[in-house]
T-cell receptor
């Protein structure tokens, strides 16, 4: 299995631009999670999906952030407009079940820099 | 609310020495506990997990962790550290009611030759 695949690995953009991060979960995994990692706040859960349906988006920082999962093999996290404080590493993870009885499989992350 | 504390931000050990990374959790009932490792530029990889039963759990790469309810701790140990173990280690907890895995702030491990 190729694991969770995220693209791009690095993204540099200017403030105000739209940014789209992409994720392909492991085939057969029906849970997908988006996390953000920063030095100041550590790893934060932004949103998670079950069977392509958003279940909990309470971690999404504000309306500038949106996430979609149009099918079982693809998800996007969009920031519009982007701001310098959005600079972070964004991870996608997938699992076969609820977190407490199955481990998360993480992608290698997208390092976003907003100037 | 559940939370995780990793009191050591940075630890340096010599290769071949033993290692213990501390983790304390806050949760009213028995939590589900995890240790993950993150190598530079990589995502997190699961080392081991505790759900119930034997309080000493074995993981990959020769790591083990012990759940101590009386101390609300889940410390990670390895008897002999290898240079390839240099990475950042995260403890995480889930109370079971939600899918919100709460991570600690991480401990960065450096290994001296």
């Amino acid at each position: 299995d190729a694991g969770v695949i995220q693209s791009p690995r690095h993204e540099v953009t200017e403030m105000g631009q739209e940014v789209t991060l992409r994720c392909k979960p492991i085939s057969g995994h029906d849970y997908l999670f988006w996390y953000r990692q920063t030095m100041m706040r550590g790893l934060e859960l932004l949103i998670y999906f079950n069977n392509n349906v958003p279940i909990d988006d309470s971690g999404m920082p504000e309306d500038r952030f949106s996430a979609k999962m149009p099918n079982a093999s693809f998800s996007t996290l969009k920031i519009q407009p982007s701001e310098p404080r959005d600079s972070a590493v964004y991870f996608c993870a997938s699992s076969t079940g609820r977190t407490y009885n199955s481990p998360l499989h993480f992608g290698n992350g997208t390092r976003l820099t907003v100037t | 609310a559940q939370s995780v504390t990793q009191p050591d931000i940075h630890i340096t050990v010599s290769e071949g020495a033993s290692l213990e990374l501390r983790c304390n959790y806050s949760y009213g009932a028995t939590p589900y506990l995890f240790w993950y490792v993150q190598s530079p530029g990589q995502g997190l990889q699961l080392l081991l997990k505790y759900f119930s039963g034997d309080t000493l759990v074995q993981g990959i790469k020769g790591f083990e962790a012990e759940f101590k309810r009386s101390q609300s701790s889940f410390n990670l140990r390895k008897p002999s550290v290898h240079w390839s173990d240099a990475a950042e280690y995260f403890c995480a907890v889930n109370g079971g009611a939600t899918n919100k895995l709460i991570f600690g702030t991480g401990t960065l491990l450096a290994v001296q030759p």
